[in-house]
């Protein structure tokens, strides 16, 4: 049994498994496999979070189907990955979030009480490119997000609906107008049980710059914000081009527990930088990275706001080279 501790506060439940897409590819039944197979078998069970599926593949989940793959009785915990719509203008966009949940909604009440729970938990769509045009991050964002009221009348509960911003020659605007919008809607709607948050790609073939990352988690810090990550990050320590699931992590969990003056936007953008593994130090009680301390505590505090994972293709790899580096 593997001892609480920083490592795990910081860690714990931050991949949400997504072995249907490229580069893995794998089909259904595989990817529930290997799902269940790493709960039971992997060295860092912990990390794994939800199993993403597309809308098509949800339709197919039946009690069946989970047991073979090697259901435990626990409930299986899914991010929805929406429709890709025909053109992607608000009006198309709010149309297909509308009929997916619809959709989403009939799957979960046939699942939920069955002998293989199922638990749809997040939603994962992407803005309309409207938003990210220069000058129209705010009045875009208002047309989308009021939508989240009426589709309180579909969804039965909690739902975290998880919109990915573009980022273009207007990326700073994006983050910025797109952020503010969350957090006002948040704010007015606080019994809400449908939280909007963002979504960034850290990887594939458009990587975010370190400032990109580094704004991204900077502007959702500040405001209050869910943050989802997705692509890359199979390393533990940023190498090359490539993040580090260890920096993104200590670098949001310190922007969220510090704030900006403590910890500014050129801290969280040297942190997604380091390549260096023996500056992230974990101990039972707090995590470290170049004389910056928080505890586990403010660690936990800090995701109850953040509530971070990343979607990978592969939950071996980072389980491995995490051994291999943070034995």
């Known amino acids: 049994m593997s001892v609480y501790s920083s490592k795990t506060a910081l860690l714990s439940g931050i991949i ?135 589709l309180e009348t579909i969804w039965p509960g909690e739902l975290d609906i998880y919109f990915e911003v573009s980022l273009g020659a207007s990326w700073e605007e994006t983050l910025e107008g797109v952020s503010r919008i969350l957090a006002e809607w948040i704010a007015e709607n606080s019994a809400s049980q449908m939280i909007p948050a963002l979504k960034i790609r850290t990887g594939g073939k458009q990587v975010p710059t370190p400032q990109q990352l580094a704004k991204a988690i900077d502007e959702c810090a500040a405001n209050g ?35 900006n003056k403590e910890f500014s936007l050129k801290d969280i953008e040297t942190c997604l930088t380091s390549q260096k593994g023996d500056e992230f130090v974990f101990s039972e009680s707090s995590f470290s990275w170049r004389g910056r301390e928080i505890t586990t505590q403010q660690i936990e505090s800090a995701r109850k706001t953040h509530a971070a994972t990343f979607g990978s293709c592969s939950i071996d790899e980072p389980d491995e080279f995490l051994f291999k580096e943070f034995p």
């Open 16 to 150: 949400d498994y997504a072995g249907m897409f490229p580069p893995a590819s794998l089909d259904l039944n595989a990817t529930l496999k290997k799902a269940a197979t790493f709960r039971r078998t992997s060295r860092h069970p912990w990390l794994l979070n939800r199993v993403v599926l597309g809308l098509n593949e949800i339709k197919q989940l039946n009690p069946r189907l989970l047991w073979e793959s090697g259901s435990d009785g626990s409930p299986w915990t899914i991010s929805a990955l929406g429709t890709t719509p025909q053109e992607n203008s608000t009006e198309t966009v709010i149309k297909t979030i509308d009929w997916d949940l619809r959709e989403l909604r009939r799957i979960q009440e046939r699942l939920y009480h069955s002998s293989c729970r199922v638990d749809i938990v997040s939603y994962e769509t992407r803005l309309p490119a409207e938003v990210s045009a220069p000058g129209q991050a705010i009045t875009a964002g208002e047309t989308v997000f009021p939508v989240l009221e009426q």
């Open 225 to 259: 914000i869910k943050l989802k990550a997705t692509q890359g990050l199979h390393h533990p320590v940023s190498q090359g081009s490539e993040f580090g699931f260890i920096n993104l992590f200590a670098a949001i969990n310190f922007a969220y527990s510090l704030g």
